[in-house]
């Protein structure tokens, strides 16, 4: 692939180690191009590595005079990350075979170097950080609070008061609530007892933490520690099962596996004590520059695990209008296992 | 335009009072279709008004279904929200005409109603006390807090904990971080007697509110009033300039009007004392379900101001390197003249 045009912030940033939310990548040949507007170029020129950047006010006839000096014949983008009303202005009048190739920037990241690597383990260990000085608050301050207070209170402990990013907005759900896979927070309180759900992840430059956690509410020893003690003991045995489940995954999975059999691995410990339909997602996803990347673990993935990919495991239950468990944690395929991050 | 096809989460919303961030409006003559995955249909059944309601797993099949029993021979759509992979896999084989016409639901959503009227008042009221509580906080607690921290603050009294979601990342800006119009919060700490930019808004009920303060750094007296004294003699300059140009463009602005003009009174005023060049955008622009909205208020823009049209009046003044003011309020046209929300 030696020329293509990129949209997306983090494929650019992936290039050239600099990107913004205003600018196209070209990659022509030997040479890069960075164009974006007046606000951006400063900082492109000092940190886009070996690029050539073009200050625009015009990105789409800029783009096509670049285009068209470079004499290319075709060129390779992702139609995932074009616009319709974008590719067609692009591409007006242009004599350049536009080559879609979906999701080529993650593809070309499945697999992590050892320096992104570093980065993912930072991530992690900031976002650990977060739940446990979430779960402090919520030892002290939680009894009676709502979700969408607690909700924020995720947000500004594992952003440690807007330090970091988020690698998206957490989940924060109570009993019932936690048996939508994708909880919006509401007024719901929460009580002794009860069970909480927590799916949050932060940002360590640009790289994504994620993770879940399940725990038994009791206000003077809540934590987020894998080990839980609940009260009902339904939960206990849904959390034991999914904990079960999520271990055997992370226990089994080897380089040279396809992704699929992870998730068969996870999928069939919840079916053999009959909750398999209520695992109504996939077992993982890559986690990257973009929380959700490749390789998909799922029942039809078909990709060989390697050394160095990086990606979840997170089986659920859900039990609808009761409770739902979910166990999250983001591993890195090293020396042919998985190691949790 | 008896058919179109959505899928933009505010323009369903606006079509029938119930969105999701998975959704596919489709207005096929009489009849409309709300097509969502299982997360969402029981809310979507009680919520989406006049609407049949699809459960998918497959909604490009689903639509090309519903589009091919439907027997339309063209149908409206808007090339800005529509990704070239998304529209290549719907078309593909149906003999219908897509007809693209840009903005076409925030064209239709230029005039408010009196009932978004009042939803946009509540808005504004809503985030005129979140700048009050945080006006409070920096009072208290703000001296030698950095922008990173006073930005997690402003999210946390705009949205009044976690109650209300915020109708974009505000923006928390010191001194010369405050001359880039989008300035990204940094480490740089709030002192004695240095200007501060925030620019903030939240929703109710959807609908947006949207606000621009720059003021003096006291932190016995800090507020976020209109009037300001600055102990710096260019701080106070630029800032009566600034709103003298706002107050005279929102007491000009009148119904009839092209929204071209409106930007120019505010201009005029910059330009006349000399720092034309350093009033770097619009002068405003339409605000509702979406933070930017139609009119546009720019010196480009022929649209002409009708009553119950709501935008923001937002000039401003970039020295780079050395301070920023912007004063911006969203205004509604009532009664043929400009009131602040």
């Known amino acids: 692939m030696k020329n293509y045009i990129l949209l997306n ?11 913004c939310d205003n600018a196209i990548f070209l990659k022509l040949g030997n040479e890069s191009f960075f164009i974006t507007d007046a606000r951006y170029t400063i900082e492109a020129k000092e940190y886009a590595k070996n690029s050539i950047v073009i200050e625009s006010s015009d990105f789409i006839s ?30 007006n009048n242009l004599k350049i075979n536009f080559v879609p190739k979906e999701n080529f920037s993650k593809l070309k990241r499945i697999i992590k170097s050892d320096e992104e690597i ?29 979700e969408n207070f607690l909700h ?21 759900a109570i009993n019932e609530n936690a048996a939508k896979p994708h909880a919006l927070p509401t007024k719901k309180k929460l009580k002794l007892n009860d069970l909480l759900l ?12 994620d993770r879940t956690c399940t725990s038994h509410v009791d ?18 045995k849904i959390y034991d099962l999914v904990y079960k489940a999520q271990l055997t995954a992370i226990n089994k999975a080897k380089v040279g596996m396809k992704a699929s059999v992870i998730d068969k691995i ?15 997602h996939s077992t993982g996803h890559g986690v990257g520059l ?42 890195v395929m090293k020396n042919d296992k998985a190691i949790i991050l």
């Not at 004499?71 to 990350?81: A, G, L, R, T």
């Not at 239950?317 to 739902?324: A, D, Q, R």
């Open 9 to 19: 912030e983090n494929a650019i940033y992936y290039e050239c180690g600099f990107s």
């Open 62 to 91: 800029d783009t096509q005079e670049l285009l068209k000096k470079s004499k290319i014949k075709k060129i390779v983008f992702d139609p995932n990350d074009f616009k319709l009303a974008f590719y067609q202005k692009l591409t």
């Open 118 to 146: 570093k980065l993912l383990k930072k991530a992690a260990k900031i976002g650990k950080e977060g739940f446990k000085e979430l779960a402090k608050y919520i030892r002290k301050n939680g009894f009676e609070e709502n």
């Open 152 to 172: 924020f209170k995720a947000i500004e402990k594992m952003s440690n008061t807007g330090n970091y990013d988020l690698s998206f907005d957490p989940i924060v």
């Open 198 to 209: 927590v799916d949050a992840g932060v940002k360590y430059k640009r790289y994504c933490s």
């Open 219 to 236: 206000f003077e020893k809540f934590s987020f520690k894998r080990e839980q003690k609940f009260k009902n003991k339904k939960h206990q």
């Open 266 to 280: 996870a999928r069939d410990v919840i079916e053999k004590a009959g909750y398999g339909k209520y695992f109504v």
């Open 290 to 331: 973009d929380i959700h990347e490749f390789p998909n673990i799922n029942s039809k993935s078909d990709v060989i695990i390697e050394n160095n990919m990086v990606f979840t495991v997170e089986p659920g239950i859900y039990l609808p209008n009761e409770f739902g468990v979910r166990i999250e944690d983001t591993i």
